[in-house]
T-cell receptor
Framework: AQRVTQPEKLLSVFKGAPVELKCNYS??????LFWYVQYSRQRLQLLLR??SRESIKGFTADLNKGETSFHLKKPFAQEEDSAMYYC??????????FGTGTRLTIIP | DTGVSQDPRHKITKRGQNVTFRCDPI?????LYWYRQTLGQGPEFLTY????????KSRLLSDRFSAERPKGSFSTLEIQRTEQGDSAMYLC???????????FGPGTRLTVL
């Protein structure tokens, strides 16, 4: 079975401070992990995926298989980062399994 | 092509009525997915198509739910004899076979009174 856990429903961070959104997963094989973001009044969109090992809008995420984690990080938060963030897992089948999401609020 | 589109964006219905939603994927995306999202939860997988073939259905998809993609382009999701528990946001996504990014539509918000 596939499972994704995002322990924080809400996270508030001051502008300029570091951000870390936690994601842990459960899957017996080799998963593909994603972070999706939903800005206010916009649709869900892909932020980044672990296989590309890229940095998007200053965000990075490293897959830690030992800790089964895929935390999202950014060194300096910006006001435009305020949004809903979802961690998602694909286990080799077609479906994405999402976590419950973390609402990130950047305090000016 | 402005991305995945869904119609209607909002639907209010009375318990026991049937409703149908439409999804138009991005052109040439041969995989199409339906998800349901309830308040405070992430999207939950319902079903997906490759072209016109429905290849997987979640246990969440009771026999009151049916999805079709008759010509391999747009898809419809029908809910028969709606219940208050069906109230949710219904999301559609599509992707190209060679890629692994799913592109989401804006969703259809269903309210069952």
């Amino acid at each position: 079975a596939q499972r994704v856990t995002q322990p924080e429903k809400l996270l508030s961070v001051f502008k300029g401070a570091p951000v870390e959104l936690k994601c842990n997963y459960s899957y017996s094989g080799s998963p593909e992990l994603f972070w999706y973001v939903q800005y206010s009044r916009q649709r869900l969109q892909l932020l980044l995926r672990h296989i590309s090992r890229e940095s998007i809008k200053g965000f990075t995420a490293d897959l830690n298989k030992g800790e089964t984690s895929f935390h999202l990080k950014k060194p300096f938060a910006q006001e435009e980062d305020s949004a809903m963030y979802y961690c998602a897992l694909s286990g080799g089948n077609e479906k994405l399994t999402f976590g419950t999401g973390t609402r990130l609020t950047i305090i000016p | 092509d402005t991305g995945v589109s869904q119609d209607p964006r909002h639907k209010i219905t009375k318990r026991g009525q049937n409703v149908t939603f439409r999804c138009d994927p991005i052109s040439e995306h041969n995989r199409l997915y339906w998800y349901r999202q309830t308040l405070g939860q992430g999207p939950e997988f319902l079903t997906y198509f490759q072209n016109e073939a429905q290849l997987e259905k979640s246990r969440l998809l009771s026999d009151r739910f049916s999805a079709e993609r008759p010509k391999g382009s747009f898809s419809t999701l029908e809910i028969q004899r709606t219940e208050q528990g069906d109230s949710a946001m219904y999301l559609c996504a599509s992707r190209f076979l060679a890629g692994n990014e799913q592109f989401f539509g804006p969703g259809t918000r269903l309210t069952v009174l």
